[in-house]
């Protein structure tokens, strides 16, 4: 059974940072195309970044370009988001997903139907 789970939310100051690591389990890491995803309140969940298997890879939301860098490690069973000058339009709750990929791709994904699995979230609060 695969699980997915986030961690490392928190409140921080606007300008500040803060690195959301995500765990997948269950079935090889390597085969995983991965994504970030947010929520605020009342709205739509949307997508943040991706990255693919792996890990050359990458694409970007226009609103956190240039600020978010997606990452991943194979050999730890873990993907990244490194969230820097985090603005309060940054606050959600941030949620990891996991994409089966059983053959080589350069492929990322940005749909959230794309997505197999999902994490629970971990709450993001950026302050004025």
């Known amino acids: 059974q695969v699980q997915v789970v986030e961690s490392g939310g928190g409140l921080v100051q606007a300008g500040g940072s803060l690195r959301l690591s995500c765990a997948a389990s269950?079935?090889?890491?390597?085969?995983?195309?991965m994504g970030w995803f947010r929520e605020a309140p009342g709205k739509e969940r949307t997508f943040v970044a991706a990255i693919n298997r792996s890990g050359a890879s990458t694409a970007y939301a226009d609103s956190v370009k240039g600020r978010f860098t997606i990452s991943r490690d194979n050999a730890a069973n873990m993907a990244y988001l490194q969230m820097n000058s985090l603005k309060p339009e940054d606050t959600a709750v941030y949620y990891c997903?996991?994409?089966?990929?059983?053959?080589?791709?350069?492929?990322?994904?940005?749909?959230?139907?794309?997505?197999?699995?999902w994490g629970r979230g971990t709450q993001v609060t950026v302050s004025s």
């Open positions: 269950g079935r090889s890491f390597s085969n995983f195309a």
């Open positions: 997903a996991a994409k089966t990929v059983n053959y080589w791709s350069r492929n990322y994904y940005v749909e959230k139907d794309d997505y197999d699995y």
